[in-house]
């Protein structure tokens, strides 16, 4: 009796319906499609086709500085960080409170070069800008939660993260975990995407196998100044902590703009325009940030 109701609570767990359901959720009934076509509508510049991993598989390593700025931006971050904020429950990692506009904008200046201005450029097929940024500080930990479990993150389908490492994985120990957008897609007929937090697991290898899906997680050495461009809506994740020493994030989250990012950073003072990392209940409402 009790296996059983266990069971059926696990069952309640696992729901297929939910991938759809959260899409709907975001692209339509929040508007995040309607406002991509538009950012779309509006483009001006000239992107020519690409077939990168990003496209083709949802999420792509990339080099953004080398190890000397890597190691000057953290050093500026640090001496500029006015704080931290730690989140409630989650005493393994804290957010640095940096502030200084010209510096963050000549930071973003830095990471979005050329080629992977153009990456953006033809992912989005639009504009795009930083919706919001951290820099994560996290310190060795036993037990795996959160975000160190693997999940995607709710938000619409197309939308992108920047996971900068701004220190090496050989010095502390920490990485993320991937699987990309094929197997994160036929995966979701588990049922397991978008469940409660509290059933995260660290381990997908059971149920993959229920599916015959081979799993093999993708990580690469994470060297100071690499960076994973991906989608974390279609895309199951999860960090790995250090197990050695502080492991430094930046995480940029970018959506389509109708404007470059470097105007609509000028208009929104480089805070970013998402309240504490959540997403606006109606996409309409971001526009109005960038008329004037
Ligand atoms: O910290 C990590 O490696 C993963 C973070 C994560 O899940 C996210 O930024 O969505
Ligand atoms: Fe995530």
Same mark, same amino acid.
């Given at each position: 009796m009790r296996f059983k109701s266990l069971n059926i609570l696990w069952k309640k767990r696992l729901d !297929?319906? &939910? &991938?759809? *359901?959260? #899409?709907t959720e975001y692209d339509k009934q929040r508007g995040y499609q309607r406002y991509h076509q538009y950012c779309q509508s509006v483009v001006t510049r000239k992107f020519s086709p690409k077939d990168d991993m990003l496209s083709t598989q949802g999420l792509e390593h990339i080099t953004v500085f080398d190890e000397p700025t890597s190691a000057t931006t953290l050093g500026s971050?640090? *001496?500029k960080s006015e704080g931290s904020i730690q989140k409630e429950n989650i005493d393994y990692s804290e957010m640095l409170q940096v502030n200084d506009d010209i510096f963050l904008r000549q930071m973003f200046q830095n990471i979005f070069t050329p080629s992977i201005d153009h990456k953006l450029l033809h992912y989005f097929k639009s504009e795009y800008f930083v919706y919001w940024f951290a820099i994560f500080h996290t310190i060795p930990s036993p037990q795996s939660r959160r975000s160190f479990l693997w999940h995607c993150d709710k938000g619409p389908s197309r939308h992108l993260k920047i996971l900068l490492y701004l220190n090496d994985t050989a010095v502390h120990g920490g990485n993320t975990e991937f699987f990309d957008r094929e197997f994160t897609r036929k995966f979701s007929e588990s049922g397991y995407l978008f469940g409660p937090v509290d059933a995260r697991q660290s381990d997908l290898s059971d149920l993959a196998k229920k599916l015959d899906l081979p799993y093999q997680p993708k990580k690469w050495s994470m060297h *100071?100044?690499? *960076? +994973? +461009? #991906?989608? !974390?809506?279609?895309i199951l994740h999860r960090g790995i902590l250090p197990n050695h020493g502080s492991r430094y994030v930046l995480t940029l989250c970018l959506l389509p703009s109708p404007i470059p990012w470097h105007t609509a950073f000028d208009l929104t003072k480089g805070v970013g325009i998402s309240q504490n990392y959540n997403w606006h209940t109606n996409a309409r409402d971001i526009q109005q940030y960038f008329n004037s």
């Open positions: !297929p319906s &939910r &991938r759809k *359901a959260v #899409f971050l640090l *001496a *100071a100044g690499d *960076a +994973i +461009i #991906f989608e !974390p809506s279609q």
